[in-house]
């Protein structure tokens, strides 16, 4: 089973395994990973799950289509480069190791 490694606000790391085709999002919340609140539920209208893409994977994940780029405008850290939806992103074999960091806060 694929892996995420998530950085979170402090700077350790937490390593958790996320069947194939479920969210980074999903991934956090089902393993209690803290940073990513999620209110909408995965469904791109919330703008909480928002983290940063480590470059070693940012050519390995699929651009944000225009929904979640239009919501990325929103996001409540500063949106970068590495910005996207970690609803957004579903594991693959492909992108085992993915790592993301999670911004300091995702709401205003
Ligand atoms: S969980 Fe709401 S936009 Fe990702």
Do not use: N, R
């Given at each position: 089973m694929p892996a995420v490694v998530y950085i979170l606000k402090d700077g350790s790391e937490r390593r958790v395994e996320v069947p194939e085709g479920t969210s980074v999002m999903l991934g956090a919340i089902q393993n209690n990973v803290p940073g990513i609140e999620?209110?909408?539920?995965?469904?791109c209208s919330c703008a909480t799950c928002h983290v940063y893409v480590?470059?070693?994977?940012?050519?390995?994940?699929?651009?944000?289509d225009l929904t979640e780029n239009d919501l990325l405008s929103g996001v409540a850290a500063e949106r970068k480069p590495s910005s996207r939806l970690s609803c957004q992103i579903n594991m693959t074999a492909?992108?085992?190791?993915?790592?993301v960091r999670?911004?300091?806060k995702q709401s205003l």
């Open positions: 999620a209110e909408c539920g995965g469904c480590e470059p070693a994977y940012a050519d390995k994940v699929p651009p944000p492909a992108l085992d190791g993915l790592t999670i911004p300091e």
